[in-house]
Structures are given as C-alpha cells and as structure tokens.
C-alpha cells in the first residue's frame, strides 16, 4: 500500500536523524504515535501471533526491546513482565510508519532499534561469552543501503568493546547484503524473507565448526 502522509512523516523523521539523544528519540515517537498505519495499536500483535505462531515465550533466556513513544525510554522485555511474547515481538519491531506502535501494558512502544543500539549487547554485562548478531557492522551508511531503519549513530563497535573490556570473550556476525544485492528497499518488504533464510542458513552451516570451538 502507498504510505499516507502520516506514514511518511514518521518514517522521514526516524532516517533523518542525526542523534540519538532524548529530545529526537521523543520526537520520532511522537510522529509513531500520530502515524496512521494500517496495522495500528490494536491489530499489529495480532498480525506478529500469526507469523510467530505463539503468544508463550519460547525461552526464560529471550529477551526483546522496545522504546516508549512517549518518554523515549529503552524497555527490555522477558517471560517475567507478564507480556505476551506476540505483543513483545510486534513492539519490538513496531517501525515508525510503517506498523504499531504496541501497547505493552500501559505504555505505547515503538521499534527497539530506535536508539543508539540495534543490539542491546549491555543486557548480557558479565557474560563468559557472547555472540552478536548484527544486520551492520555498526557504519554510518547502514540506514543508505536500507540496513537500518533510522539514521541515529550506532554504538555497536563500541558495545563489543566494552564486553570485550569486561572479560566477555565476543563473537561478531555482521550478516551485511545478500551476495549481489548493493541495496535493499525495506528490510520489512517479504520479498526478503526467503532468500535471506537461505543465506542465514549457509552461513550457519559454514559457522558450525567455528560455534563449537567458541562454545565449547
């Protein structure tokens, strides 16, 4: 569907973004909240149920992200916050303009990403080891290439190090473009969603010997 002005709005605010302090944080979640997507507040969890195929948390050790519109403040989100876990994922991925935001209890949320951080690596302080996952390795022409959702500074360089600094041995997984692709219009577009299953796999095959000998 063609995006309405609302839409447009929110998502120009979100890759515009130069800083993540808390004034453009609050910002952008305001134009969340003044976006009319089609699947809003009330509908998106449900769409996310489908796709997941759960609303019970599949782990005590999953966690989710999220970032309340209104005060623009990071939310991290477990089994024991009385969530369910469809409404945990859809605010989780609830991109400005383009779905949600999603009530998590009483506070309306937005995508986790909306921030400094897309991977939150200060939740697992302390850990003996830790892999990173991360669609960039961290550049400012991540949100260019349509890697990033939004133009704020990504710490994520500087979040490995400071696992690193705290005796966390760290493995970084930059997944990047798929082989042959310079760019891509919307990491949300389905399209996607096959080919980069197919290639998550590959390279985890490719991976294995490598995760044992780190695990182990």
């Known amino acids: 569907m063609a995006p309405n002005v609302s839409q447009l709005r929110a998502r120009h605010m979100a890759a515009a973004a130069s800083k993540a302090d808390p004034a453009t944080i609050q910002a952008i979640g305001r134009a969340s909240l003044a976006a009319r997507n089609a699947a809003g507040p009330d509908s998106y969890y449900t769409a996310v149920k489908k796709l997941i195929g759960q609303e019970t ?19 991290i989100v477990s089994h024991t916050s009385g969530i369910e876990a469809n409404h945990a994922c859809a605010a989780s991925s ?17 995508d986790g990403g909306i921030c400094q951080t897309s991977t939150h690596c200060d939740v697992v302080a302390g850990v003996k080891r830790a892999l990173v996952i991360s669609l960039t390795d961290g550049s400012s022409d991540a949100s260019k290439v349509g890697l990033r959702t939004s133009g704020l500074p990504n710490t994520l360089q500087q979040e490995v190090a400071d696992l690193k600094t705290q005796g966390t041995d760290v493995v970084l997984k930059v997944v990047g473009l798929l082989p042959g692709v310079s760019h891509v219009d919307s990491i949300m ?20 010997a490598e995760m044992k000998a780190f695990w182990g």
Do not use: H
């Open 57 to 75: 948390w599949p782990s005590p050790k999953l966690y989710t992200t999220a970032i309340d519109c209104y005060t623009g403040e990071r939310l």
């Open 94 to 110: 609830s991109l400005p303009g383009s779905m949600g935001p999603t009530w998590l209890q009483d506070r309306l949320c937005m």
């Open 189 to 208: 577009n389905p399209k996607w969603i096959a080919p980069c299953i197919a290639n998550g796999e590959e390279r985890g095959r490719a991976d294995v």
